[in-house]
């Protein structure tokens, strides 16, 4: 049967990767294996990181890859069906095939795993994902971890028999048979030298953000699938220049992003909504407002870099490495 080609937009990084393997793995989510469809050796990763897929209808949507990081060869991510989604998701469940080939960008990673001597890992749902490379990880360098995972049902939970095999260090929660999960209580007093890393729903990452206000600051690390709010100061004017020497100016109506576009200067993007990371700008001068869910507090701080598609200015000008 010949290899079917997805129709997809594509971003100036990507290759194309064909679908080997299609397969359930939980109520509601499919791992797909993904190989270079001349058999070639893939682009490294590191744990945390994902893809992007570019989908039909200009989709574009990002997956933590969840494989073994050692096989140059494949890739494997796990999609949970959204049914509230903007289309994504039921698109791959529902009409993505073994053979198909589709676009891709990356991987990238903005939830790298910093050296640690203790690791904990909070996980919801699908938001095991990007843990599981980290908790191998974890293993291979004979640090000190565990991992909390919740999710509404054992069934519904991707990787639950995997993960149930590696014993003590694993706390696993199915919600319909212990509620929510006591995420203080399992963490327990801070200990030094210990990285807190969280995945999954808001209300996950609220308990955790919670539940870590005692610990060192730094400790926690978290990767959302949807922006937070973080909306600061009110929207006005910004005046931004360009390192080529050209500037503009963004209005309250548009972001940084669009008005990059009006001049024929925007970086490459792909969520919109501050969530992947994709157009990140360097800052040379002002002070960005930061409204993204990747930074963390060092980045924010630093003011030297900000993702377009969403924040905006604390300061009256932004100069841009544009």
Not at 63 to 88: H, I, K, M, N, Q
Not at 145 to 158: I, N, Q, V
Not at 171 to 194: A, F
């Amino acid at each position: 049967m010949p290899t079917q080609i997805a129709s997809a937009s594509s971003a100036d990084d990507s290759g194309a990767l064909v679908v080997r393997k299609k397969e359930r793995v939980a109520e509601g989510v499919i791992r797909l294996t993904l190989e270079d469809p001349g058999g070639r050796r893939l682009p490294p990763w590191s744990p945390g990181a994902h893809l992007e897929l570019f989908l039909p209808n200009d989709l574009v949507r990002h997956y933590s890859l969840c494989g073994d990081r050692w096989d140059g060869f494949s890739y494997e991510v796990a999609v949970l069906r959204t049914p509230d989604s903007r289309g994504g998701s039921q698109w791959i469940h529902d009409h993505l095939r073994e053979g198909m080939v589709l676009p891709f960008g990356g991987p990238r990673n903005h939830f790298p795993l910093v050296p640690a001597d203790r690791y904990r890992f909070i996980a919801g749902g699908i938001g095991i994902t990007p843990l599981i490379p980290m908790i191998r990880q974890a293993i291979q360098v004979g640090a000190s971890w565990d991992l909390l995972y919740g999710g509404r049902s054992r069934r519904s939970m991707a990787f639950y028999d995997r993960l149930n095999t590696l014993g003590a260090p694993v706390r696993l929660w199915p919600q319909d048979e212990l509620g929510l999960p006591d995420i203080g209580g399992w963490l327990g007093s801070p200990v030094p030298r210990t990285a807190i890393y969280a995945c999954g729903p808001e209300g996950l990452l609220l308990a955790v953000t919670e539940a870590c206000e005692r610990w060192p600051r730094y400790s926690l690390r978290t990767e959302r699938f949807v922006a937070a709010d973080r909306s600061q100061a009110a929207d006005r004017d910004i005046s931004v220049a360009l390192r080529s020497g050209e500037t503009l100016t963004v209005t309250p109506r548009e972001t940084v992003l669009d008005a990059l576009r009006r001049l024929g200067k925007a970086p490459l993007s792909s969520c919109r909504q501050g969530v992947c990371g994709t157009c990140e700008v360097a800052v040379l001068d002002g002070v960005p407002d930061h409204r993204d869910s990747v930074l963390n507090d060092m980045e924010r701080e630093a003011g030297d870099c900000m993702l377009v598609c969403v924040s905006r200015a604390k300061s009256a000008s932004l100069t841009l490495d544009l």
